[in-house]
């Protein structure tokens, strides 16, 4: 049977703000990766059972021997190749959703199968922000350290060019230490910017 969750209604996930439309296709293509159904079965083995008293067993995730329950668990690559021919995600067409569908003979699994699903896929797609926002974060800190270094090193030239330039006479000798001065004005200020910009970010 097609799946339906407590509420009646067939599950969707909304990728609206998360994924752009032409990043549907890549989104279907985790979903049906062999290690999200990996995923999902590990979770049905711990798990376990259909119901709080613990008597029923899930049916993906029991052991069947010549076709009988063996009331045992199965094992991680059995319950993993039963939940990838249970499920179906079908893309809802002009919308960033894509709608899971789980097909079982017992509704209650049929529902915990979709919402395991659902889960496991958000939490995958939360641990990869997470990694990617690490790495964001960790490049903006040496960016940061760069620039701060950088705007030091600046910074000291400058101040020894000026102590050491001394008063000139010549008018030629002038233009250019003024010429020199203000370079090296504008590469301490636009390095000063950057550094209080990747300051702001980090934030």
């Known amino acids: 049977i097609d799946l339906k969750d407590n509420g009646g209604k067939v599950p969707f996930l909304d990728l609206t703000g998360a994924v752009a439309t032409n990043k549907i296709t890549n989104e279907l293509e985790t979903l049906k990766s062999r290690s999200m159904a990996e995923a999902v079965a590990r979770d049905l083995l711990e798990i376990k059972f259909l119901d709080d008293k613990g008597e029923t067993l899930i049916p993906l995730a029991e052991a069947i021997l010549h076709g009988e329950p063996q009331h045992s668990l199965a094992t991680v690559h059995d319950v993993t190749s039963r939940v990838e021919r249970a499920m179906t995600f079908t893309p809802i067409r002009d919308s960033d959703i894509i709608r899971i569908t789980a097909r079982s003979t017992e509704p209650r699994e049929a529902a915990l199968l979709s919402n395991t699903f659902t889960r496991a896929y958000t939490d995958r797609n939360l641990g990869a922000s997470r990694m990617k926002s690490r790495s964001v974060r960790e490049f903006l800190q040496s960016q940061l350290q760069e620039k ?35 370079e090296l004005e504008a590469t301490r200020d636009g390095l000063d910017i950057e550094f209080k910009s990747l300051s702001r970010t980090l934030v």
Not at 158 to 178: F, N, R
């Open 148 to 182: 701060h270094s950088s705007l030091e090193n600046t910074e000291k030239s400058l101040q020894d060019y000026m102590k050491s330039s001394g008063v000139v006479s010549l008018d030629a000798e002038v233009g250019k230490v003024v010429k020199q001065l203000s």
